[in-house]
Each structure stands twice: as C-alpha cells, then as structure tokens.
C-alpha cells in the first residue's frame, strides 16, 4: 500500500500539519505503508526536524505566479506520474484545499482512477471560510465541493465532522485525531530554573507561552487585550514563540503591545527548534492558544503532554481540558479569555502544576502509535472499497 501525502507546504514554519502529516506517515509506515510526501515549497530553503529525524522520502515542487495559487507545473507532472502508474495500491492522501495543489490532486486522482482521502485541517470551518472568501467560493463551485464529495474525508474532531455533514460533503468520512509521540515526552526533563537560564530569561518572572504560527487566526490580539488588563504587576512575562515569516504582521502584534503598555511584559523569542521548544515548555507554567479556529491544535497535546495546563477557546475541540480539570476552555471573545487569564495567573505555582499533571493524563488518550493503526486500517477500508466499485463498473 503506497500512501502519497500532499500538502501545499512542509517547511516547519507551515505550522501543525508540518508534523502530523509526517508523523502520520512514520507511524503507518510501521504498519507496512509506502510513504511518500510532496510539497510546494514554502520557506525558500524548506526544511522539517521530523522527517529528516524519520528519514521520510520528501519531494519539494517550485511554485510560479501568485504564492496563493501555489501553482507547480513540477508537483503536476509528477501526480500525473504517480497516478498513471498506480496499480490499485496507491491512495493520494490530499491535506489541504483551495489551490492548485487541492485541484490537481483531485483531477489527477480522478482522471487516473486513484482512491482520495482529503483532510480539510480546519478549512471549511466559518473563521477560515471568511478569509479571502472571494477566492474560495470561486473554488467550491469549480471543483472543491466535488473533489469532498468523491473523496474520503478525514476530520480530527466532531465538531469538524459536524460541519462536514452540514456542508452535504460527508458521506464518506472517518475522524481520526492526530496526535503526538508521547514516548519523548512527559515531565519536563529539563529543570524549570535552568530552562529559564538557557533561554536567557529572568528568574526574577514567572512565564505563560504561546506557540504557534503567527497568524491572525490565533487570537493574539484578544490575548494581548486581555494581558494588559490583568497582568500588570503580578511578576508574568508572556513568551510569542512562531515564525516571524510575515514580517507585517509580527510588527502589527510588537505596535499593538507598545500601544497598550506591554511591550516590557511580552516577549517575541521567535520559531522554536525541537531543543527550545522543550526548552520553553520547561520554562514556563501556562500553556496559551486563543485561537479563533483549528480543527485540531497539536501544540495543545505537546504542552499537556509537558506538564502544562492549557487556556483555550472554543474555536479549537478541546472541550476535554473541562473535564480533566486540566485548564481553561472558554469562548472567544476578550472578556471570557481575560477571566480565565486573570484566574491562571492568581494560581500558585503548585496549584498551576496539579493542573498540569491532569493534562498529562489527557495527552496519553493522543498516542500516535495507536492514531497510526486507526488510520492504517482506514487506508486498507478505502482501497477495497475502491476494488469493489471497479468490479461493479467493469466486471
């Protein structure tokens, strides 16, 4: 069983996807799957810690024209490739929607009869579907509701099943969450004084971090909005650990917290490697993501994962963190993330770690050794039924 993976983008700076698609194609490949990843280049020089730690077979297509359209004569001709040589064994596994990339990959995997399994990752949620709306309506009536139609669709969450089925794309679907590779995690193996000494922090703070692309849809604003109205002299620093690709945007979120007096209490510390982010989460006592949309949210698992209680919204599925007492779910809006942020920070270091050790328990419900056999037998699900409808078609 041959599974290509296809994605507009990989560079670790793309955010989540760039390590769960990865870890998804490890842990099936231990199953007996054939892996092989393709991407349009993302970062110029695209590189991503887990596959080179994996060793995964990665092929990287120049895009041409607008960046949006990631439009790629190379990644074209080779599905084009690939699915001519398809031999009833090869499923194209597309993980995201909108551009050329979703197009050609739907038009390839249909021309040449290849089974489809698309995960949407969050883009048809109504957040999502509000940003270059023009561009995506146009879309959903050339081809992406038909390719969602024709296709398996996997989803991460309920609530994004939920939505699925509403948009009458959902026939076909499996939910599967992703995951995190929990046999490297735990209680943090690094000392939090000496994890704030190698970040070159002040000991003399306490830390609450963010870590996530930078982008509009995370929230910032709201938490910066509701940070300086509760923070103020109760000895926390905010750490923005992402990529500060978009240039004009970090600086709107830098101008944002001069003009509400916060500048000295947030800290932007840039893209996070494996070795600091370990590092970070070590340092630090809260784990925030205030997002306005994810269909999943990985880096939620990886903080609960390392001992840290989570404050989050109702625009990510982790509705869990109420039921193990491990944080803080509440709506999206400044008044209901500045209670639950004024809340957290009153917390004492012990009553913050207890917190902590109850978003371990959930992260081990995250397993990607288990995820990996649910959605390997999914995959075998898809190519049979695919067997079955070319017997019925052609005898």
């Known amino acids: 069983m041959k599974i290509v993976h296809v994605v507009e983008g990989l560079d670790d700076s793309y955010g989540g996807p760039a390590k769960s698609i990865p870890y998804l194609a490890h842990y099936c490949r231990h199953l007996g799957a054939e892996p092989l990843l393709l991407s349009t280049r993302y970062a110029g020089d695209d590189y991503n810690e887990v596959i080179s730690e994996k060793k995964l077979p990665w092929e990287v297509y120049d895009v041409q024209g607008p960046a949006k359209l990631r439009y790629s004569p190379g990644l074209r001709d080779r599905l084009i490739q690939l699915g001519s040589q398809a031999d009833g064994r090869t499923i194209f596994h597309l993980h995201n929607l909108w551009n050329f990339v979703s197009f050609e990959t739907y038009r390839t995997a249909r021309k040449f009869n290849v ?11 109504p957040w999502s579907l509000s940003q270059g709306r023009t561009r995506k309506q146009a879309a959903w009536q050339l081809f992406q509701k038909r390719a969602l139609i024709c296709a398996t669709v996997h989803v991460t969450s309920g609530p994004e099943a939920k939505l699925l089925r509403a948009l009458g794309v959902g026939d076909r679907m499996i ?18 004084n000496d994890a704030i000494a190698a970040l070159g922090l002040g000991q003399d703070q306490r830390y609450a971090l963010f870590m996530s692309r930078l982008h509009k849809k995370k929230g910032l604003e709201l938490l910066f909005d509701a940070w300086a109205n509760c923070a103020e002299g109760k000895g926390w620093t905010l750490l923005i650990a992402g990529d500060t690709t978009d240039q004009g945007y970090a600086a709107t979120l830098r101008a944002q917290a001069r003009s509400l007096g916060i500048e000295n209490q947030v800290n932007f510390v840039g893209f996070a490697g494996a070795e600091r982010k370990e590092q970070l989460f070590a340092a630090s006592e809260l784990f925030v993501l205030p997002s306005h949309t994810e269909n999943f949210g990985i880096v939620v698992a990886e903080a609960l994962a390392n001992g840290l209680p989570v404050l989050t919204t109702k625009g990510t599925p982790w509705c869990e963190l109420t039921e193990f007492n491990a944080g803080w779910y509440v709506e999206i809006d400044r008044a209901a993330i500045g209670s639950a942020l004024s809340e957290a920070l009153a917390f004492s270091e012990g009553e913050l770690a207890s917190m902590g050790r109850r978003g371990q328990d959930l992260a081990a419900r995250y397993r990607w050794d288990e995820i990996g056999e649910e959605m390997h037998a999914s995959y075998q699900k898809v190519l049979a039924a695919s067997r ?3 017997q019925r078609i052609f005898g």
């Open 388 to 390: 079955q409808a070319k």
């Open 115 to 125: 089974p489809l399994v698309i995960s949407p990752r969050g883009s048809l949620f």
């Open 175 to 192: 939910q599967i969450r992703n995951g995190i590779e929990l046999d490297t995690k735990g209680a943090p193996q690094i000392a939090r």
